[in-house]
């Protein structure tokens, strides 16, 4: 079956790193994306990797591993505005995306 | 601006009734999709539609039902909805269909009693 695994929550100091993990199954692989979701609002596009390496997008990474079915989204320089979830989708063989729960990150002052 | 609007943006129903959530975008985007979230679940795709007058079924279409009559519109119909239909209802749309970004609509959460 198809599969994603991501945490549940995770809690961050503003001013730091925080590397969310996700790690897939899925029928035949077409990139995974990733999305950002503050509460009670629409989710928002963050990032796409297709190819295996490290995408950067200003204080957003996203890493792709195809062959470990793995990928990370590394967030730099935290702000309390990143308090929100984080969701992983792969997209399968179908180019149906495959949605994880999301990680809900909490970030302290 | 620019973007995707949804209607209603809350809705409580009783069970039994006809439902019809309404999506529309000003984009000219393609591809269309509705998926329910649900607290500790990823969004589960209902139904989606690559282009106007084509639509197909997603991962959870039972009970459900949709059309694609032009570019701009993609109304979401529950023919007589059951509280398991609670959920907050996502319109989304992409550009590129198969792996293009997908832009979200602001939601309906719906409660069905």
């Known amino acids: 079956g198809q599969n994603i695994d991501q945490p549940t929550e995770m809690t961050a100091t503003e001013g730091a790193i925080v590397q969310i993990n996700c790690t897939y199954q899925?029928?035949?692989?077409?990139?995974l994306f990733w999305y950002q979701q503050h509460a009670g609002e629409a989710p928002t596009f963050l990032s796409y990797n297709v190819l295996d390496g490290l995408e950067e997008k200003g204080r957003f990474s996203s890493f792709l591993s195809r062959s470990k079915g793995y990928s990370y989204l590394l967030l730099k320089e935290l702000q309390m505005k990143d308090s929100a979830s984080y969701l992983c989708?792969?997209?399968?063989?179908?180019?149906?995306?495959?949605w994880g729960a999301g990680t809900k990150l909490i970030i302290k002052p | 601006i620019a973007g995707i609007t949804q209607a209603p943006t809350s809705q409580i129903l009783a069970a039994g009734r006809r439902m019809t959530l309404r999506c529309t975008q000003d984009m000219r985007h393609n591809a269309m999709y509705w998926y329910r979230q649900d607290l500790g679940l990823g969004l589960r795709l209902i139904h989606y539609s690559n282009t106007a007058g084509t639509t197909g079924k997603g991962e959870v279409p039972d009970g459900y039902s949709v059309s694609r009559a032009n570019t701009d519109d993609f109304p979401l119909t529950l023919a007589s909805a059951v509280p398991s239909q609670t959920s907050v209802y996502f319109c989304?749309?992409?550009?590129?269909?198969?792996?293009?970004?997908?832009?979200f609509g602001e939601g309906s959460r719906l409660t069905v009693l």
């Open positions: 899925t029928s035949g692989f077409n990139g």
């Open positions: 989304a749309s992409s550009p590129q269909g198969e792996t293009g970004e997908l832009f």
């Open positions: 989708a792969p997209a399968d063989s179908n180019y149906q995306l495959i």
